[in-house]
């Protein structure tokens, strides 16, 4: 049951880091685009988004560690059990 609960985990922390990468790169000017007039860029709104974006993939990257933990853990149990029935 726990390294079910924990590969869900896992799934969804790639889930979260693959979102949070492209949100990041949305709020990243491209190379060939020019960039706006100082005045049309509300430089605020594009730091807040960018800020939000790189706390979202921290997050998933947390999520992924405890979730990798989790399955450890249900991997030493199931090695426990084994050794205990054998």
């Known amino acids: 049951m726990q390294i079910s609960s924990g590969l869900q985990g896992l799934h969804n922390a790639q889930s979260g880091l693959t979102q949070a990468t492209i949100d990041v790169a949305k709020n ?24 939000a974006a790189l706390i979202a993939a921290d997050a998933a990257l947390r999520l992924g560690e405890a979730a990798a933990n989790v399955i450890a853990v249900g991997s030493e149990t199931i090695g426990t059990i084994i050794d205990i029935k054998v």
Request: glycine residues 4%.
């Open 28 to 51: 990243r000017p491209s190379t060939n685009t020019p960039l706006p007039e100082p005045s049309a860029l509300d430089t605020t709104t594009v730091a807040s988004e960018g800020t």
